[in-house]
């Protein structure tokens, strides 16, 4: 079995660009750990750690915003999360 190389950060946001799909967290997320993965050799064992730690909490948080909406995503019925905006004709809302 042979690995297909792992592209850069450049050609990974020069093919995301191309396909416009450059605005999606989870894609930008990929750009991140790319560029991250890309600079490790330049900074020191403890700030690899602490920014791998962050991109995972950032992750864990994305996650976040797609729990319940699989009725949105699959049936196309829109119905609004609590944790991106408040529900319409809630306090919150303006």
Same mark, same amino acid.
């Not at 660009?17 to 403890?46: F, Q």
């Not at 920014?51 to 915003?65: G, T, W, Y």
């Given at each position: 079995? +042979?690995?297909?190389?792992?592209?850069?950060?450049?050609? /990974?946001? @020069?093919?995301?660009?191309?396909?416009?799909?450059? =605005?999606?967290?989870?894609? /930008?997320?990929?750009?991140?750990? @790319?560029?991250?993965?890309?600079?490790?050799?330049?900074?020191?064992?403890?700030?690899? /750690?602490?920014? =791998?730690?962050? @991109?995972? @909490?950032?992750?864990?948080? /994305?996650?976040?915003?797609?729990?319940?909406?699989? $009725?949105? =995503?699959? $049936?196309? +019925?829109?119905? &609004? $999360?609590?944790?991106?905006? &408040?529900?319409?004709?809630?306090?919150?809302?303006?």
């Amino acid at each position: 079995m +042979t690995l297909e190389p792992i592209p850069s950060a450049a050609e /990974l946001a @020069a093919y995301l660009e191309a396909r416009g799909e450059m =605005v999606k967290p989870a894609n /930008l997320h990929l750009l991140r750990l @790319a560029k991250l993965r890309e600079a490790r050799s330049k900074i020191s064992p403890e700030e690899y /750690l602490l920014r =791998v730690e962050q @991109a995972h @909490a950032d992750l864990m948080r /994305l996650s976040e915003l797609w729990k319940d909406r699989d $009725s949105e =995503v699959l $049936s196309g +019925t829109y119905i &609004p $999360s609590a944790l991106i905006e &408040p529900l319409p004709g809630s306090p919150e809302d303006r």
